[in-house]
């Protein structure tokens, strides 16, 4: 008898951003994604201290490679692509347009993204390790 894992549903969550450029547009953020996906995103940021050999690269994503960005926004434009009208969701061009216009707003975001991640995870087990931990 062969036991597979229990699968929780798919939980969103809105994150309201207030920052004049993007002033009344909501993120729906996929606050419960597979630990496989989790692990995709750990393994990228652990690489943060490699800096790209183009300067306009260097602000992307905490100073991950490249190729490394590009994955990162891929990884981003599914958890925030969560809503069920198209015009709602974010594809890689809209998150580098974000990073080259605004560097910081794109460093609070994903904050704001891991912190909603947390929230929901020691809501469902208070004691569970969670990856995000500040």
């Known amino acids: ?19 004049p450029e993007l002033k009344g547009r909501v993120i729906l953020v996929w606050v419960n994604p597979p630990a496989e996906k989790v692990w995709v995103l750990n393994a990228l940021l652990q690489k943060k201290h490699t800096i790209p050999e183009n300067p306009k690269w260097q602000k992307v994503a905490y100073g991950v490679r490249l190729l490394d960005a590009a994955l990162l926004a891929r990884w981003f434009s599914e958890i925030w692509s969560q809503g069920a009208d198209p015009l709602t969701w974010w594809t890689v061009a809209d998150i580098f347009r974000l990073v080259n216009a605004n560097p910081a707003l794109w460093k609070r975001l994903m904050a704001f993204t891991f912190e909603l991640m947390t929230t929901h995870v020691r809501a469902r087990r208070p004691m ?3 990856l995000f931990r500040n």
């Open 128 to 130: 569970a390790y969670c």
């Open 1 to 19: 008898m062969s036991t597979a894992p229990v699968l929780e549903p798919k939980a969103v969550r809105p994150l309201i951003l207030e920052a």
